[in-house]
């Protein structure tokens, strides 16, 4: 199952093989690890769009997309074990399946890092505008200030999404310049989103009111194709709060005993967090209630709709959760805990950034490894003299996903980068199947238990959960893709270094970059 070009799997893994790792984690190490990079934007910021498509069904929403993730983790566990060098899901399907479909996969994770630093910056944006500027200084930024055109809980009219435009260009000077985040910083974030999560649960689980989860499937299990609404559409776009398990995976070159411990910290921080997460959707439902708002047909408004927008915008809806831009700080004001809801806010206002440098470092290490490649313009890949950065693709990037914040509501976004993120993970399991049967004897330091039954689960999962996102969604993958199979064609494949017999590593050259520590999304 070729498509173009293979890159030689032993010349990538040149790379690793000049590396020592000293194997120090064990199953709890990697288990935390997981936990502090999962727990991120998705569960602060999604959980009121999750509500509009579900209601009380967001509950059973994690739970799917929780599952999907664990199958997919598993078959990632295995080919990252076996090809521990950068480049990601772009790296593994150069070495299996061929240099098109490695493209393709490339091209996706791009639009999958980009659209996600987007959603990030527009769900800080929320709690910057609602915590800092309206709780805690009595500012009210103006609608127009406050959203773009079209946002979730906003007025209609917005005109642009300032706070999201700022802090996605000054993240993108900061990740340009060379500054990292130290492990100790990253750890006490992580200890910060886990604290205030832990404390919205202990506080919301006590004043849950069972009546307030009826009817549990107001839209249904299935709202219907391209609507993204019901249980499983909710799934397809929370699926953005799991996203980051990958992390666990890259580190099994420094786990003890990975065939035993790699799926242990993978299956057990993905089992805690939809657990927490269904716990943090419970305490937010079962409080002031979560049902949605409801249009012609009963049928909800779509997350992020002018629709929704202007029934938001209405005294009788004010209060209600899927109207808010910061909803876990919000229930937390609505039950009387003010004060603890501006710390929550607070929390998500200083852990969130560095959620989107995360987020547009793992892009530029893309773009990197492709330019690096010969498929994109090694200009792209340019690393500056003083500050040895990739300064040129950050850039671009950065006013990309500047953009996107400033005009797209954070629904619409998460779903879009969704699509990438399904694609890829679908197209890691093939790889993985792929090379069981093409190169058996290779050693493995992780191996996925009944891949015949696990690998098609994944895909499967993938698919299933790609074809209940909103048609706009859907449809934007393909879109892009056909965009990049021109500039495939009209440029990488003649570039390619691997078409004109250069099969060098080059992986080796981003450790030059300036590095940072991997995040959550």
């Known amino acids: 199952m070729h498509f173009g070009r293979i890159k030689p799997l032993d010349a990538i893994l040149e790379t690793a093989e000049k590396k020592s790792l000293h194997r120090s984690l064990g199953p709890v190490q990697l288990m935390l690890f997981g936990i502090g990079c999962i727990i991120g934007t998705g569960i602060f910021v999604l959980t009121a769009a999750g509500a509009q498509k579900a209601g009380p069904g967001l509950m059973l929403a994690f739970a799917i997309a929780g599952a999907v993730c664990i199958v997919a983790a598993l078959c990632y566990a295995e080919i990252a074990a076996m090809i521990p060098v950068a480049g990601s899901a772009y790296t593994y399907s150069y070495a299996t399946m061929g240099e098109f479909l490695a493209w393709t996969v490339g091209w996706a994770l ?31 930024l103006p609608a127009w200030l406050a959203a773009g055109p079209v946002a979730l809980g906003g007025a209609p009219g917005g005109l642009i999404n ?49 009546d307030r989860f009826n009817p549990f499937l107001p839209a249904g299990v299935f709202g219907g194709f391209g609507t993204g609404v019901g249980a499983v559409g909710a799934a397809a776009t929370i699926f953005f709060a799991y996203v980051g398990f990958d992390a666990v995976s890259t580190a099994a070159e420094e786990t003890r005993d990975p065939q035993r411990n790699v ?37 909800p408004f779509p ?16 209060a209600a959760l899927v109207c808010s831009n910061e909803a876990l700080a919000h229930v937390l004001r609505q039950i009387g805990f003010s004060g603890i809801g501006n710390l929550l806010g607070i929390a998500a206002f200083v852990a ?8 547009l470092f793992a892009q530029t290490r893309i773009f990197f490894v492709m330019s690096r490649d010969g498929l994109l313009p090694e200009v792209l890949s340019k690393v500056h003299p003083k500050w040895h950065t990739p300064y040129v693709v950050t850039a671009v990037t950065g006013v990309v996903v500047a953009i996107g914040a400033a005009f797209f509501p954070v629904g619409q976004l ?48 993938c698919v299933f959960l790609f074809v ?44 030059d970059i300036e590095p940072s520590i991997p995040g959550t999304e």
């Open 162 to 210: 300032l706070p999201a435009l700022v802090i996605a260009l000054l993240v993108t000077w900061l990740l340009m310049i060379g500054t990292s985040e130290s492990a100790k910083v990253n750890a006490i974030l992580v200890a910060i989103k886990v604290t205030a999560l832990t404390a919205f649960i202990v506080l919301t689980l006590p004043q849950v009111e069972l």
């Open 468 to 511: 209940n996102l909103p048609t706009a969604a859907m449809l934007m993958l393909p879109i892009w893709t056909v965009i990049g199979i021109a500039i495939y064609a009209f440029y990488g494949y003649r570039k390619s270094h691997l078409g004109k017999g250069r099969v060098e590593v080059h992986e080796t050259e981003i450790e």
């Open 303 to 318: 997350a992020g709709s002018e629709e929704l927008a202007r029934q938001c915008a209405m005294p009788e809806h004010a």
């Open 414 to 461: 998460a779903d879009i980068a969704n699509a990438g993120t399904l694609y890829a993970f679908a197209m890691v399991a093939v790889a993985v199947m792929v090379l069981r049967r093409s190169d058996p004897a290779r050693g493995r330091p992780f191996r996925v238990p009944a891949l015949w039954l696990v690998g098609p689960l994944a895909i499967g999962g």
């Open 263 to 299: 799926p242990i910290g993978l299956v057990g921080s993905l089992l805690f967090c939809t657990v927490f997460y269904i716990l943090v959707a419970a305490g937010a439902i079962g409080t002031i209630g979560g049902q949605p708002i409801m249009g012609p047909g009963g049928v």
């Open 352 to 359: 969130l950034p560095s959620v989107i440098l995360v987020l």
């Open 110 to 140: 791009v639009l999958e890092y980009a659209i996600a630093a987007s959603a990030v910056s527009v769900g800080w944006s929320g709690y910057f505008a609602g915590t800092i500027l309206q709780e805690g200084l009595g500012i009210h």
